[in-house]
C-alpha cells in the first residue's frame, strides 16, 4: 500500500479543495468522512461567490479578491480532470440602491473598487431599467452592479471535485486511521471538538435555510437585496437564501422561516411569482470567533491542521485556502494572514 502524505478529515468544500491541491502537486492522498462528500452545509444549494465591498481594505478582503479571482481557473480545472461541472460562472451581482444616501455610498465604493481591484473587476451604478427582466425594483430607480461576484452551485461542486480527485484514484472513505499530515476539515463538529480541546469556545454553528425554485436564468447575474442572495443556477433553477440562526433543535429541518424567505425573493423580483419549490433545504455552517476562515496548525498537536470556519463566504474562499493549506502541509510555507489562523479566535 502507498504511503500517504496527507490525511484530511471533512469532505465539504474545503476538505475536498484542500485535498485536490495536494494531490495535484504530486501528494497521495486520504480523505474520510462518514457522511461522504457535501454531507454537511457543503451540500447546499445557494453557491454566491460575493465580495466584501470595496473599503476598509484588510487582509480578509485581499485574501477573498485573490480567491474569487483565481475561482475560473480553479473550477475550469477540477471539470476538465473530473467530467463533471460545479455550476461555476461569474456574471456578477445586482443590488437596488435605497435611497440617495446609498447612491452617494455606492459611487463612493465604485471609486474604491478601481483602486483595490484595479482591472480586474468593476463597481459602479447603473439605471434599473438597463438590467434586464432578472433585476431587482430599486427606490432611486438605479442599481449597483458589480462584475467581480459569481456563483457556483454548492452540491454539484462539491461532486465535481469528487469526480475530479477519483480520477487520482482518491475516494471519500467513512473512515481509516490517520496517516501523514492529518487536516481537519470538519465543519461546525470540527469548531466544537477544537473548543473543547482548547477550553475556549473557537466558533459554533449558524443554522441556515433556502429555497430552491424552477426558473431559468442562467445567464442573469445574481441579486442581493436586504441581506437575501438570488442565485440563478446554470441547470435552470434559482436558490434563495439564507437564514441565519444562532440557536436551532434540528439542523437539517426546515420551517416556517423558508416560507419568509420565499415571499421575500418575490417582492424583490415579482418575476419569481408561479415558479415551483424544488426544495427546501436546511444546514449548519461553521463559523470561527474571528469570522474569518480558521486556518494553520492546531495548537500543541504536531502534523495537525485545521481548515475551518468558512461560514458564508467558504466556496469563494476555497481556491486560494486550499493553495495556502497546500503550501503550509506539503512545504511548510506560512502564507495565511494572521486574522485566520487558530490564535485569532483564541
Partial sequence: MARIDVTVRGAGIFGLSVAWACAQRGATVQVIDPGGAGAGSSGGIVGALAPHVPENWNDKKQFQLESLLMAQAFWDGVA???????????????????????????????????????????WEVIPAGSAGPFAPASPEGMLIRDTLSARV????????LEAALAVSG?????????????????????????SDDLGKAVGTG????????????????????????????????????????????????????????????????P????????????????????????????????GHFIANGGFKIGFGMAPKVAEVMADLVLEGRDGIPPGFGVAASL
Fill in 206 to 269: 449558524i443554522k441556515g435555510q433556502a429555497v430552491l425554485l424552477r426558473h431559468d436564468a442562467r445567464d442573469a447575474p445574481q441579486v442581493f437585496v436586504d441581506g437575501l442572495h438570488i442565485i440563478p443556477h446554470a441547470d435552470g433553477t434559482v436558490a434563495i437564501g439564507s437564514t441565519s440562526e444562532r440557536d436551532f433543535d434540528l439542523p437539517i429541518s426546515t420551517d416556517a422561516q423558508c416560507d419568509g424567505l420565499l415571499d421575500r425573493a418575490r417582492a424583490a423580483l
Fill in 80 to 122: 476538465k480532470v473530473g467530467g463533471v461541472s460545479g455550476g461555476y460562472a461569474r456574471l456578477g451581482r445586482l443590488q437596488p440602491v435605497a435611497d440617495a444616501r446609498g447612491l452617494e455610498l455606492a459611487q463612493e465604493r465604485g471609486i474604491g473598487a478601481a483602486e483595490l481591484w484595479g482591472d480586474a473587476a468593476r
Fill in 153 to 160: 452551485h454548492p452540491r454539484q461542486a462539491c461532486a465535481a
Fill in 271 to 302: 418575476i419569481l411569482h408561479g415558479a415551483a419549490v424544488l426544495e427546501r433545504w436546511a444546514g449548519v455552517r461553521p463559523r470561527a470567533r474571528s469570522r474569518a476562515p480558521m486556518l494553520g496548525a492546531w495548537p500543541d498537536r504536531p
Fill in 170 to 194: 482518491i475516494s471519500v472513505l467513512p473512515e481509516a486511521a490517520d496517516a501523514g499530515a492529518v487536516v481537519w476539515a470538519t465543519g461546525w463538529q470540527g469548531l466544537q471538538a477544537l
